[in-house]
């Protein structure tokens, strides 16, 4: 079974520009999950999607944004691109059932260089 | 509000010998606590995961964790360290319930001499 893909591995922009990251849950699972993961700052809840609506967003501004598309394959935009975004964005696919905490399944990242 | 932390940010023990990870975490909830381990360049993969059954929890490659709630800990712990152990270990917790966020730590980088 294949894991959580995303594209591209690594990125390169620059300051103002705007980044798409992409990502592919596994198959079955609804709920797609996006970190970031800068130098220094571990990692940081972004944006949780489910059935194609954001349910839940990271102390982060309005910038990054994001959809889920019919398939529950995402996306993740960067608008505005500062420096510090520079950062390994991580994404990650669940299930829901009921309130349990069911395992996160982590795609290898997305590497996010501003220059 | 939810929060975990990691007491050391680097570890490093001979290979052969006991691995101890500490993490101590708060919760207003009964909480859902996980390990996840990063090896470098890549993704977090799960070693194993505490959802309020035994409190010993037992996961891949020979770690154990176990859940201590007048510790509030859930030290990660493995018999003998193997040089494939090194790696960067993320202690997680849930966050509020109904929210299915991940709280994580900050992470404890392990080192293993030969």
């Known amino acids: 079974e294949a894991g959580v893909t995303q594209s591209p591995t690594h990125l390169i922009k620059t300051r103002g520009q705007q980044a798409t990251l992409r990502c592919s849950p596994i198959?079955?699972?609804?709920?797609v999950y996006w970190y970031q993961q800068a130098l220094g700052l571990g990692l940081q809840f972004l944006l949780w999607y489910d059935e194609g609506e954001e349910r839940n967003r990271g102390n982060f501004p309005p910038r990054f944004s994001g959809r889920q598309f019919p398939n529950y394959s995402s996306e993740l935009n960067v608008n505005a691109l500062e420096l510090e975004d520079s950062a390994l964005y991580l994404c990650?696919?669940?299930?829901?059932?009921?309130?349990?905490?069911?395992?996160?399944?982590f795609g290898p990242g997305t590497r996010l260089t501003v220059l | 509000a939810q929060s975990v932390t990691q007491l050391d940010s680097h570890v490093s023990v001979s290979e052969g010998t006991p691995v101890l990870l500490r993490c101590n975490y708060s919760?207003?909830?009964?909480?859902?606590l996980f390990w996840y381990v990063q090896h470098p360049n890549k993704g977090l993969q799960l070693l194993l995961k505490y959802t309020s059954a035994a409190t010993l929890v037992k996961g891949i490659n020979g770690f154990e964790a176990e859940f201590k709630k007048s510790e509030t800990s859930f030290h990660l712990t493995k018999p003998s360290a193997h040089m494939s152990d090194a790696a960067e270990y993320f202690c997680?917790?849930?966050?509020?319930?109904?929210?299915?966020?991940?709280?994580f730590g900050t992470g404890t980088r392990l080192k293993v001499l030969a």
């Open positions: 990650a696919s669940s299930f829901l059932s009921g309130v349990t905490y069911n395992e996160q399944f």
């Open positions: 997680v917790v849930s966050d509020t319930p109904g929210t299915y966020k991940y709280i």
């Open positions: 919760s207003s909830y009964s909480p859902s």
């Open positions: 198959s079955g699972h609804t709920s």
